[in-house]
């Protein structure tokens, strides 16, 4: 089955630096890798997908980037603020209906 | 739209009671999903719903975990008896369609706190 490993666990960052965070997976079948921000307390929220037909997405300050040969997928934060302080989570699938978590990254943003 | 609304937000209870968690999805989204999360074990699918009709529920971890989603408008985990180690944050998402076609609209969660 899928397994979605997600680098680093915590990440400490100056505000205004870019923060980056990888994840691998071992399904090649895998299609979907979506990513969610989870603050303290509060629900995981999406803030971006990919499917595996496109390589790099981009929204503002937050992109993700995919490669397919090599299975992973990283998400990239430019410019951080205090607010982008969150765990953030991403996940992948396949044809069937399961999303595949990694564990988390708790990005911290120093003043 | 009001989002999917979960109660209660927290519980905290003893071990060897029952425990029911409710789920209010959001309209026009067909597939629901009970999630867990604890620090160690992050985020765990329990049981997945498309049209009332649950799908897998190989993720729910006992007998003592039941889930039922009547109709379009409610659904709900059920723990009995409740243990310690039950505690947890239990989600309630929804997604359009069948699943993996997009987004994850989670509810607000429901704390849990077994003694």
């Known amino acids: 089955g899928e397994n979605v490993e997600q680098h680093p666990s915590t990440l400490s960052v100056q505000e205004g630096d870019s923060a980056v965070i990888k994840c691998t997976y071992s399904?090649?079948?895998?299609?979907?890798f979506p990513w969610y921000k989870q603050e303290l307390g509060k629900r995981p929220q999406l803030i971006i997908d990919?499917?595996?037909n496109v390589g790099e997405k981009k929204d503002q300050r937050i992109a993700v980037t995919l490669n397919k040969t090599a299975k992973h997928f990283s998400l990239h934060i430019t410019e951080t603020q205090p607010e982008d302080s969150a765990v953030y989570f991403c996940?992948?699938?396949?044809?069937?209906?399961?999303?595949?978590w990694g564990a988390g990254t708790k990005l911290i943003i120093k003043p | 739209d009001a989002g999917v609304i979960q109660s209660p937000r927290h519980e905290v209870t003893e071990m060897g009671q029952e425990v029911t968690l409710r789920c209010k999805p959001i309209?026009?989204?067909?597939?629901l999903f009970w999630y867990r999360q604890t620090m160690m074990r992050g985020l765990e699918l329990l049981i997945y719903?498309?049209?009332?009709?649950?799908?897998?529920d190989s993720g729910m971890p006992e007998d003592r975990f039941s889930a039922k989603m009547p109709n379009a408008s409610f659904s709900t985990l059920k723990i009995q008896p409740s243990e310690p180690r039950d505690s947890a944050v239990y989600f309630c998402?929804?997604?359009?369609?069948?699943?993996?076609?997009?987004?994850?609209?989670f509810g607000e969660g429901s704390r849990l706190t077994v003694l």
């Open positions: 998402a929804m997604q359009r369609g069948v699943a993996n076609t997009g987004e994850l609209f």
């Open positions: 309209s026009g989204h067909n597939s």
């Open positions: 719903f498309n049209n009332n009709v649950p799908i897998d």
């Open positions: 399904d090649s079948a895998s299609n979907y």
């Open positions: 990919i499917r595996s």
């Open positions: 996940a992948a699938s396949s044809s069937n209906y399961q999303l595949i």
